[in-house]
């Protein structure tokens, strides 16, 4: 999904995603970015910005938006895991 769809679904200005994603790979390179460079959101990125939105929305301040949004990629990494886990137990 490109920032044209995810203007559409959050309502956020395509510059201001474009900002956001700029300050977010500060702190995770390669965020919602395909090979070619280009800004592409995954499903699981998607939902991780959207959290961010929210939260930029209730508190007026990029850097809780962006340390949710960190917070629940990681959350879903160790879901993910926690799930592999439990689907390869031999018990």
């Known amino acids: ?9 959050t309502g ?11 300050e977010v790979r500060y702190f995770i390179p390669g965020f919602a970015m395909n090979r070619r ?3 592409y959101f995954t499903p699981l990125e998607a939902e991780a910005y959207y959290v961010m939105i929210r939260i930029i929305e209730e508190t007026n301040n990029v850097k809780f938006g962006i340390r949710a949004l960190i917070e629940y990629m990681e959350r879903q990494r160790v879901l993910a895991r926690i799930n592999t ?6 018990f």
């Open 37 to 39: 460079g280009n800004n």
């Open 85 to 90: 886990i439990v689907n390869n137990d031999p």
């Open 12 to 22: 956020v200005s395509e510059r201001t995603i474009q900002n956001h994603m700029k």
């Open 1 to 9: 999904m490109n920032t044209k769809a995810m203007y559409e679904k």
